[in-house]
C-alpha cells in the first residue's frame, strides 16, 4: 500500500523560507515522477513542481526561482525548498505520485494516483 506523508508546514513571515518534506512508503521508489501541488482556501488545486526519475524538475511559473524540488532516492523522501515566500503561497501543501514508473505528472494533475494529507503553509507579513 503506498502512503505518502508530508511533513514541515507552518508560519512564516513574508520573505522568509521552509522546506516540506514527502515520505514516500509501499511501492513507490526513485522509478516514479512525484510532484508537489497546493490548495489555498476556497480555490483549486495547483500544481507547484515536479521531479521526473531521471530528477529533471519543473516549476509553476508563480514558483520558480524561488522553490526547489529534490529527491533523496535512499531515503525515498521528496523535498520542497521555499524561500522568499509570499502571502499568496499560503496554502495546504500535497505530495503527489502517478500510479506507476516512468509515467509523468503534468500541470494539470493529470498521471497523479496517490496524495499525500498536505501540510498547512501559513505566510503572513
Known amino acids: 500500500q503506498v502512503q505518502l506523508a508530508e511533513s514541515g508546514g507552518g508560519a512564516v513571515q513574508t520573505g522568509g523560507s521552509l522546506r516540506l518534506a514527502c515520505a514516500a512508503s509501499?511501492?513507490?521508489?526513485?522509478?516514479?515522477?512525484m510532484a508537489w501541488f497546493r490548495q489555498a482556501a476556497g480555490k483549486e488545486r495547483d500544481f507547484v513542481a515536479g521531479?521526473?526519475?531521471?530528477?529533471?524538475?519543473y516549476y509553476a511559473d508563480s514558483v520558480k526561482g524561488r522553490f526547489t524540488i529534490s529527491r533523496d532516492n535512499a531515503k525515498n523522501t521528496l523535498y520542497l525548498q521555499m524561500n522568499n515566500l509570499k502571502s499568496e503561497d499560503t496554502a495546504v501543501y500535497y505530495c503527489?505520485?502517478?500510479?506507476?514508473?516512468?509515467?509523468?505528472?503534468?500541470?494539470?494533475?493529470?498521471?497523479?494516483?496517490?496524495w499525500g494529507k498536505g501540510t498547512l503553509v501559513t505566510v503572513s507579513s
Open positions: 503527489a505520485a502517478p500510479s506507476e514508473p516512468h509515467a509523468l505528472i503534468v500541470g494539470s494533475g493529470y498521471g497523479v494516483r496517490y
Open positions: 509501499g511501492r513507490i521508489s526513485s522509478d516514479y515522477a
Open positions: 521531479i521526473t526519475w531521471t530528477s529533471h524538475t
